[in-house]
């Protein structure tokens, strides 16, 4: 196989096509790296529907990059011997031959420590790019954590209100308050909350019945039924319930 440029490595909470790993993928010279495997669930033991979840939502995603030409190297569960995300990196890395390695710094601490340590043993660049799927970056929260001693959830909550004009009356909260926690720990009444409209449900179609009978043979024995599994796992889905919400 030829060299590749670039090894976009996708991991499965950054599913967006506007991801900053895809910033410049060229389908010519680039792979996209996708993979499902076993130390995702069983690093803290998921649910079946949450790994359902993950994995219907990668292979809808995935689908949706072939549609745009854009090369991939997808390794599903039960289909490779590796356990964990570098594992499957490195055996890529191997095969593919890039000049680089892309990913997004990844949210789970144990993960980004994971990468950054396959990246000063290989002999490959690692191009940790800005996750930029947050309202506030990791440096522009480093930058405003350096000016305290001691940080506090109120002062960054009150200073993103400004930074985005969330809520905001000029430099004043609306309704002259910052928050109403002391009304948000008032209970239910014994019955309950009512007046609730139920959730949009989403029926699995062949993808999404593929990544549950995946999470049925290789997770057996994790909590959960998968007998009920109707949540939204692709944008399109995930808006909609977002609007029904």
Request: glycine letters at 6%; aromatic letters at 10%.
């Amino acid at each position: 196989m030829q060299r590749c440029r670039h090894l976009v490595f996708v991991l499965g909470d950054q599913l967006d096509e506007r991801s900053n790993a895809l910033a410049d993928v060229d389908p010519a010279t680039d792979i996209v790296l996708m993979a499902e495997v076993p130390e995702e669930s069983k690093h803290v033991w998921s649910s079946k529907a949450r790994t359902a979840f993950f994995f219907a939502a990668m292979l809808h995603f995935a689908g949706s990059l072939g549609q745009r030409q854009i090369k991939l190297g997808y390794r599903r569960i039960g289909t490779h011997p590796f356990e964990s995300l570098v594992a499957v990196l490195s055996d890529a890395v191997r095969k593919y031959r890039p000049q680089a390695v892309v990913v997004v710094e990844p949210g789970d601490w144990r993960v980004e420590q994971a990468l950054l340590a396959f990246g000063r043993a290989a002999n490959v660049e690692l191009q940790v790019r800005e996750d930029t799927h947050f309202l506030c970056s990791r440096r522009a929260f480093a930058d405003w954590a350096s000016g305290y001693k001691q940080l506090r959830l109120e002062f960054f909550y009150r200073m993103m209100r400004r930074r985005h004009d969330i809520m905001m009356d000029g430099n004043d909260p609306l309704q002259g308050r910052w928050n109403f926690d002391a009304e948000n720990r008032r209970a239910f009444s014994k019955a309950g909350p009512t007046g609730v409209p139920a959730a949009l449900r989403i029926r699995p179609d062949a993808i999404t019945r593929q990544a549950m009978a995946d999470v049925e043979t290789h997770f057996a024995g994790h909590p959960g039924t998968l007998d009920h599994f109707a949540w939204p796992v692709t944008r399109t889905d995930a808006l909609r319930a977002l609007q029904t919400f």
